[in-house]
């Protein structure tokens, strides 16, 4: 069979395939629903690479007329991918700041205004993490009128700098997904923007209007959620639903549905102590729980994207999520009150190693970036 299923009933995984990591032990907050083996209905991959020769490629966006548009983390490099050819859009060297997990990291597109966003490393200032904006000519072959749109993310050593960025379909909106910077005061000091999802305006990086604490006169008022660790993925439902996807430290990388003003419970101090939980419910407040965690170990997720279209069978309306260490793809099917009902894993996905980015393109194929140093590629998956 090429599709495996995830199960979890009890608190423990059952229905895997030999290949699957089964957690050791379940969290006290591991999500569990009902074992459920649809297997049957999911169809079969195509997997084929659209793009090679790459080093660490981040983050993977379309654009018009078939193209690509790849970043790459350590080159700091965007390309242009169109028919298997690549050539160079920006070499952005002299403006991106590079060191350990942080270097040009998520990019988010409008097509039709032909701008690209992009959040990078920075040392203007001292070291940290922004986003710019640029516009593309209309052939895509040059940027122009960069603009900073965000900036002080915190960074140290480059590590657990984030950072993904989504495109709110709903509003004028920019989501920015942030780490902590291995700072274990950041996720809760509300006047940092580390540990985040942040919402700002895409054209002028000022505050959302109907953000949580928008009224404030500190960087508080840029805050959509806070108490995370180390935010890798954004995705927006069909519901419009805001969804992230968070790593763990050696347990419970998760999957968070979204609410404003919402704490979701990261909290590693004194010091930057990794042993407390990913959710901590001692804190004071409300905090909120994970719609699904990894429990022990962690599978580094990453990327992830909302699947579309009935060509995907029962993977239709599924949230595709990456995974680095477990080099695989996680098909989490939740209903409609946003709690977990299975997990998929296709054999397909797993022998890329380290898959970083995970984005939907138009006709509903997904679009994966491999993150192994050398020799990466971009790879297009379709249901056969």
């Avoid at 079969?44 to 659209?50: E, M, T, Y």
């Avoid at 590590?159 to 920019?174: I, N, T």
Wanted: glycine content about 10%; charged content about 25%.
């Amino acid at each position: 069979m090429s599709i495996a299923v995830l199960a979890l009933t009890g608190g423990l995984l059952t229905g895997l395939s030999p290949s699957v990591a089964v957690p050791a032990e379940p969290s006290a907050h591991q999500v569990t629903a009902p074992a459920v083996d649809r297997a049957a209905r999911a169809p079969r991959l195509k997997v084929r690479a659209v793009a090679r020769g790459l080093a660490n490629p981040w983050d993977v966006q379309q654009a018009p007329g078939g193209r690509l548009l790849v970043s790459e983390r350590d080159r700091a490099r965007i390309s242009v991918v169109r028919n298997g050819e690549r050539r160079t859009l920006a070499d952005l060297s002299r403006l991106v700041w590079v060191s350990g997990e942080t270097g040009l990291m998520s990019m988010a597109v409008d097509a039709r205004t032909r701008t690209v966003w992009a959040c990078h490393g920075s040392s203007r200032g001292g070291d940290h993490v922004q986003v710019s904006r640029w516009r593309v000519d209309a052939k895509w072959k040059r940027l122009s009128r960069h603009r900073t749109i965000l900036t002080g993310l915190p960074s140290t050593s480059g590590r657990h700098g984030g950072c993904r960025l989504l495109l709110d379909r709903a509003s004028d909106a920019l989501l920015v997904g942030t780490g902590d910077a291995a700072v274990g005061t950041n996720p809760r000091d509300l006047d940092s923007l580390g540990g985040k999802v942040l919402r700002v305006h895409r054209r002028t990086g000022e505050p959302m209007a109907d953000n949580p604490f928008a009224g404030a006169s500190t960087d508080r008022r840029f805050v959509w959620t806070y108490g995370h660790r180390n935010v890798q993925g954004l995705a927006q439902r069909g519901d419009g639903s805001l969804w992230s996807v968070e790593q763990g430290s050696y347990r419970d990388d998760e999957v968070n549905l979204l609410v404003p003003g919402g704490d979701y419970g990261w909290n590693p101090v004194p010091g930057y102590d990794e042993s407390v939980p990913m959710t901590d419910q001692a804190l004071p407040g409300e905090q909120q729980d994970a719609k699904w965690s990894s429990g022990d170990p962690t599978l580094a997720t990453s990327g992830a994207a909302w699947v579309r279209g009935k060509q995907w069978g029962r993977l239709d309306g599924t949230l595709a999520v990456a995974a680095l260490k477990a080099s695989r793809v996680l098909f989490l099917e939740f209903d409609d009150a946003g709690d977990l009902v299975s997990v998929t894993q296709p054999k397909q996905l797993t022998t890329h190693g380290r898959l970083r980015s995970v984005t939907s393109a138009r006709n509903g194929d997904l679009l994966l970036t491999t993150d192994n140093g050398d020799r990466d590629q971009v790879l297009r998956v379709s249901p056969r």
